[in-house]
């Protein structure tokens, strides 16, 4: 929200700021697996954002009365800790964590099966550790590689990508500095990357219509680049654990393996 | 979730009549209910306004308060959005604090305001580093029949173009019932929701619509052609096509509004 004074040029010869092109992520590295107790979990890092997710049922919904009989129920909680942004942040969860959580939930809806698991609800819990701009659609990408390690049953896996404006430059994957750009526009979005139906858009910032267009092309270009992420992290891991199940090793690949 | 049987055959109903081209009321698609607009509805407010859209019915208050300039920013004002769906206004509404639908509604709205730059925060300081002027907007519903976000945005809208700012005395107290001026807007944002329901796009969604619909999504515009706030809630989806849709509707339907501010 603070605007800087003197005028910093956001993009220059084609190179942002931290060296990246206009149309380049930030590192990302996504690991499933990582948490032994939940049905499904996902450690992820990109560039400066840690986030890790875990996924909890189908199980039952209680109180009861929340129960819905023809499908799951999402919950979907997105915290971020106290020392994961520069002022120490109030461990309470605030309005954004609130609208977060049930934007993000609604976009995972679309993805799964929620008919086959009436009366119960799944889970998502999604912690951000350290933060530098996109932490929502970060979070976003570990919960659904989470879900797919737990074996529930997806249309598709939700890809997720910020894309928005910088010192009047149409960029991908936004970082704080550029976020903090006087005209910065911001806009988290979401996708089904087969079909791309967009299950998440939301958007702060003055933006016309023609620069829309192209941020939209932008955005389901950098969904379709984490979605090969996504995908990769959990070839790794269910492909090693075939590998090992082949050999005749007593003790691993107990049911705590999931699907 | 409690599943209320007569709801869900009114949804059904909709869904119906939305397949065969029509909805229950017979409006358009396109179409808005009656919109009226009464401002001044409160003496104490800075500035008020109560906005029925067909029976939905929401009161918007605005006061401005001396506070504290937040440390990043001395010399910049600030505005605080909140909303609450009075338990009066539906038996769904339950008193207690704002849960999740009520603070997204308000952000929306605030993001509207806020990144359309409306209102100029550098020109709600007092005395740089010491005290700038808080624009309080405050909503609450009276009758929930459905597009709560859409007779919000116009009723927080209405009543920012109604209110006076306060005259101040001696440390920054305010001197009651005298005024230094209007607050002056330099845009006229307005948020414009279009709801999906059975893969038809429709505007200003009833309450049994919004029961029926898929999926939403709102744009915040503004009448010199920007986009100032997206957001799509509900469970369904839209594709790229149906988005762009979506917003040239949100651009034409503000204008409408605007007119009958």
């Known amino acids: 929200m603070s605007k800087k004074e003197e005028k910093t040029e956001y993009v220059k010869n084609g190179k942002r700021l931290d060296g990246r092109g206009t149309e380049e992520l930030r590192p990302l590295k996504i690991e499933v697996g990582v948490l032994s107790r939940a049905d499904g979990s996902c450690a992820l890092e990109w560039g400066q954002n840690k986030v890790v997710a875990a996924v909890y049922g189908p199980r039952e919904a209680l109180p009861k009365h929340i129960q819905n009989p023809y499908k799951a129920l999402v919950d979907y909680q997105y915290r971020m800790a106290t020392f994961s942004v520069p002022d120490r942040k109030n461990p309470k969860p605030g309005r954004r964590e609130m609208e977060i959580s049930k934007v993000s939930g609604e976009a995972l809806e679309k993805a799964i099966f929620l008919e086959r698991f009436p009366n119960t609800t799944i889970d998502i819990f999604v912690e951000i550790l350290d933060s530098n701009a996109g932490t929502r659609v970060a979070a976003l990408v570990a919960a659904s590689a989470a879900l797919a390690d737990a074996g529930i049953p997806m249309r598709d896996m939700v890809s997720a990508v910020g894309v928005g404006k910088a010192g009047g430059e149409i960029i991908l994957d936004l970082n704080k500095d550029e976020e903090d750009a006087p005209d910065a526009v911001d806009i988290p979005m979401a996708i089904l990357p087969r079909t791309e139906e967009i299950v998440l858009l939301q958007m702060d910032g003055l933006l016309t219509p023609e620069e829309w267009k192209k941020a939209l092309k932008l955005g389901l270009k950098g969904c379709k680049q984490v979605y090969e992420v996504q995908k990769e992290a959990l070839r790794k891991k269910y492909l090693e654990a075939e590998k090992e199940e082949s050999e005749p090793n007593t003790e691993t690949a107990t049911q705590e393996e999931g699907e | ?261």
């Open chain 2, 1 to 261: 979730m409690a599943s209320d049987i007569v709801l869900d055959l009114r949804a059904d109903k909709v869904i119906e009549a939305i397949k065969l081209g029509k909805r229950l009321d017979n409006r358009k698609f396109d179409e808005y209910r009656k919109l009226k607009i009464t401002k001044n509805i409160s003496e104490n407010a800075n500035g008020s306004a109560r906005v029925l859209l067909g029976e939905t019915d929401v009161i918007a208050g605005i006061k401005m308060v001396p506070g504290d300039p937040f440390p990043d920013t001395p010399k910049e004002g600030s505005i605080s959005v909140g909303v609450e769906f009075l338990p009066l206004a539906s038996p769904l509404f339950e008193p207690g604090p704002p849960r999740e639908n009520e603070t997204e509604l308000a952000r929306v709205v605030d993001r509207g305001i806020r990144e359309s730059k409306c209102l100029d925060f550098e020109k709600l300081c007092i005395k740089e580093g010491e005290k700038v002027w808080v624009v309080f907007i405050d909503m609450y519903t009276m009758n929930d029949d459905g597009n709560l976000f859409d007779a919000c945005s116009i009723a927080a809208l209405s009543a920012l173009l109604e209110t006076k700012i306060p005259k101040l005395g001696d440390e920054y107290k305010i001197v009651k019932g005298e005024y230094s001026g209007k607050l002056h807007l330099a845009r006229k944002p307005l948020l414009c929701t279009t709801t999906k329901i059975a893969g038809h796009l429709v505007n200003d969604a009833c309450f049994a619509e919004e029961k029926a619909m898929e999926a939403r999504f709102s744009v915040a515009t503004t009448e010199d052609g920007y986009m100032a706030a997206y957001q799509k809630g509900g469970s369904g989806s839209f594709s790229p096509k149906e988005i762009d849709e979506c917003i040239d509707l949100s651009f034409a339907k503000a204008k409408e509004i605007r007119k009958q501010l």
